[in-house]
């Protein structure tokens, strides 16, 4: 079988771990490639709901492997909580699955420092999810960071703990003095963890290679969407990764050349958690209809979704950025009531009609979208599995997509569940 990436193509919350655990089947190892626990991916298997924020959703299938790459952030206390979880819901993860030594640490300054810098940005808060993402990202880059194996050298890691709150000690002093003390205490405790973590680690880079070299299929999962990648989202609206294709490889350690598809996975609508432009959005009822039928509230904290129509102009530029290969469209019931349906295919800016995406904050808040309006199909499509069950008016609707942006359809998703899924 091939190997996949399977990426968000919109601002994230597409439904990449349903389509993660189908193609699962299909694959021998789950990677996951970036992101930290401000990524949700929601799996129902059997009408019970499984919610993963750094287990890759191949953890479900109980003969696969996975792994978490070294561009992933992770925060140690919420992995082994979700661990802990997974115990208890009798999935085994011993001996399958394994953490990057070269992963960078969550600390807890990093999420004290976020929520001190969102209430600093007042007005302009960028909608984060708290969890100290962005913070831990900076200091890999600045070097700063902490990675998972530095917790075996014990002076080097307080050494380094010591460090980063003196560098950070302008912001953190804002804090009590007793929290100030409190804060470098639970950050010195991580240390204890290490024996924890230890059965986890891997040189995950030449375990992906050597397996790629035995003919093993890998499956590489993304986190959020692209239009949140650090270098091609809606700066600075956006997430502190590169979420698209290519962090495969800089967040694995694997070659491009092993790619063999790109899945991009497409909402059959558009959402937004956070703060941000989104030239689709509907602040109007029919913004509540979508996000009440397709339960728009995120996984990772329950924040309600920003909706709207489908926008062909930022998919377009989605796809391109990607390379995808075929087409994952989630949701498609949700559009079952609707007797019509919008697609925007430009932007009018200033007199002119855009069709490619600038990801620029003052043309994308400034911009209205120019629609194609398409009749709905009003029927149940719910738990359809045959695409020929699927009401002409939704054929059309599909087809439209898949021909705007030039890119077959792989499966469509009917519903939460595994087997609510059309496969092409």
Not at 53 to 63: E, K, M, T
Not at 91 to 105: D, G, W
Not at 308 to 314: E, R
Request: charged content about 25%; some cysteine; proline content about 4%.
């Amino acid at each position: 079988m091939p190997n996949r990436v399977v990426v968000g193509m919109q601002w994230g919350d597409e439904g990449k771990g349903k389509i993660v655990d189908i193609l699962t089947q299909e694959a021998d190892i789950v990677a996951r490639f970036s992101g930290g626990a401000n990524a949700g991916h929601t799996v129902v298997i059997d009408n019970q709901k499984f919610i993963l924020h750094l287990v890759p959703a191949g953890i479900l299938h109980q003969n696969k492997t996975c792994v978490i790459g070294n561009g992933v952030v992770v925060d140690l206390e919420h992995l082994f909580s979700e661990l802990k979880e997974l115990k208890k819901r009798k999935i085994k993860f011993e001996k399958r699955l394994f953490l990057s030594q070269n992963a960078h640490l969550v600390m807890p300054y990093h999420q004290v420092i976020e929520r001190l810098e969102e209430e600093a940005r007042g007005t302009h808060k960028i909608g984060t999810t708290g969890r100290g993402i962005g913070p831990a990202y900076r200091d890999k880059t600045a070097r700063h960071g902490i990675r998972i194996i530095d917790l075996f050298d014990t002076q080097l890691f307080k050494q380094r703990v010591e460090w980063n709150l003196k560098i950070k000690e302008g912001l953190l002093s804002l804090l009590p003095e007793h929290e100030l003390i409190a804060l470098k205490n639970k950050s010195l405790d991580i240390l204890k963890l290490k024996r924890k973590v230890k059965s986890l680690l891997a040189d995950v880079s030449l375990f992906l290679n050597q397996s790629i070299e035995k003919g093993k299929s890998i499956l590489f999962e993304g986190a959020q969407g692209a239009l949140l990648d650090v270098d091609f989202g809606t700066y600075p609206y956006c997430t502190s990764s590169n979420t698209t294709a290519g962090g495969a490889c800089s967040g694995l350690g694997i070659s491009p050349v092993v790619i063999d598809e790109v899945i991009g996975v497409v909402k059959a609508y558009t959402t937004r958690v956070g703060n941000g432009p989104f030239p689709t959005e509907e602040k109007t009822k029919l913004g509540e209809i979508l996000k009440e039928s397709g339960n728009e509230f995120g996984s990772t904290t329950g924040r309600p979704r920003r909706c709207g129509w489908l926008d062909l102009v930022s998919l377009k530029y989605s796809f391109r950025i990607n390379g995808v290969s075929k087409i994952a469209l989630t949701k498609l019931d949700v559009l079952d009531s609707f007797d019509k349906i919008r697609i925007c295919v430009g932007y009018k800016y200033r007199g002119k009609t855009l069709t490619e995406f600038v990801p620029h904050l003052r043309i994308l808040d400034n911009s209205q979208p120019v629609y194609k309006e398409l009749p709905g199909w009003q029927k149940n499509t719910g738990g359809i599995t045959n695409f020929k069950n699927l009401p002409d008016k939704a054929k059309r609707y599909l087809d439209f997509i898949a021909k705007q942006l030039k890119t077959p359809i792989l499966m469509i998703s009917t519903g939460v569940k595994r087997d609510q899924t059309i496969r092409l």
